[in-house]
């Protein structure tokens, strides 16, 4: 009987581990390291804690997508809390606050996600949530386009 307790413990903390939540923004200035080396944008949503939508997208959209190994080489994915006072570095390795980077962003609506490229210029964003039902194939899209214009900046280089 305890080796059937051991055993379900252990599956159950393997599967608790397998749908870990959405990266929360800490260093943007080395997320961007990674957009030179692998050419992909960052996406970032702006959430705040009391906003249904907000969690709605995170747990049907952003956490899902955050984990699948074919977005993994498409976007990297942060999430910054616009009522959050933590520490985060920038886009130039400079401190400021989850809520300084909302500000600097003038997000005000909530769930904002954006598409940045290395220096945390926009290249793509959705506002809200206009049809819940098609808010992964309009996001898939803008991340496709997002990629487009990355790779085309660094050919201009």
């Not at 049907?60 to 910054?80: F, T």
């Not at 808010?135 to 803008?142: A, G, P, R, T, V």
Request: charged share 30%.
């Amino acid at each position: 009987m305890l080796r059937f307790y051991a055993l379900l413990f252990s599956f159950l903390a393997l599967f608790s581990h397998a749908e870990e939540g959405i990266p929360a923004a800490q260093n943007f200035f080395d997320d961007a390291q990674k957009v030179w080396k692998e050419k992909i944008p960052i996406l970032i949503m702006f959430s705040i804690p009391e906003c249904a939508y907000c969690k709605k997208v995170k747990e049907d959209v952003i956490n899902p997508m955050s984990n699948l190994e074919e977005y993994k080489k498409k976007v990297i994915v942060r999430e910054v809390s616009a009522e959050s006072f933590k520490d985060v570095k920038d886009f130039y390795n400079e401190e400021s606050t989850e809520n300084e980077v909302a500000f600097k962003y003038a997000v005000n609506f909530f769930p904002t996600v954006m598409l940045v490229d290395q220096y945390g210029a926009v290249l793509d964003k959705i506002v809200g949530v206009a049809n819940e039902e098609f808010y992964w194939n309009d996001l898939e899209e803008k991340i496709e386009k997002s990629k487009e214009k990355l790779v085309k900046q660094f050919n201009a280089l």
